[in-house]
């Protein structure tokens, strides 16, 4: 009878002993675990309560049976019952343990992913923000040139009507036709002079708005290529979390943040292109 009391003792100690084990493992893995994974945890407590209840019903039935033999049976067949659950509680604790690791491990590759697509979005910024830079120098140049060409337009306008006078003053005077004649073809390689400068000025012009529209539109194309890089792994990524969107807090929120960076991107990529 001694011998029986002593190993259902021992098989009390042991079942504490695992009772702390397994709230220790409750509080460690209670924020990585499905709510199906946790009630199971919480059943296998109760399991654990319920057969250490039955070992305090078995340790009182002990001291109140006749003989050892009889005592010893019925222990013997509860120690038996009692292995049989630890063993099982032990190896879903196992598993429990292997699939957060699993889970761990894919919290860690979607939170790399998600740094890779912040280099990405910070890439796009900054040919965004290059493209911008050049196209405004473009348009002032574009506008210098335009004000250069509008001068010399007034210019020739003013040459013209200096010629238009001297013809006047010509007609008007016969008298001095060989000097007139002379001023009349100075002013005529004048009027030819600015007429070349203003040619000179307008291909100027052509050239330099054919070689923006050009840079503008190969920016544009690698802006577009980008882009639809992006919203590849957007697509990628929104698939992974739909299928682990309750494994994690942390991970909805950082999906949440990369969709709003990736809608910022989109729209600055729609005002690029109006502009």
Known sequence: MAVGQKKVNEKIAELDAAKIVISDFQAKLKPSLKSQQWAAIQNLEQTHQITQGQLKLVERAQKMQSTEALASHSLSSQFLNLQRIYKTTMSQLQTTKMEKESFEAQLSAK????????????????????????????LVIIQRLQSQLQIAKEEQQILEIQISVKEGLLQQNTAELAASKDIQSEMSMQSAKASATIQNLQSQLTSLQNTHQNTLSRHQEELLTEWKKVQENAVKLAALESVESDTSIWSATEASALQDQLLALQEAHQATHFK
């Open 111 to 138: 939170k790399k992913s998600l740094q890779e697509k912040t280099v990405e979005l910070a890439a796009l910024k900054s040919v965004e923000s290059e493209l911008s830079a050049q196209s405004i120098k473009s």
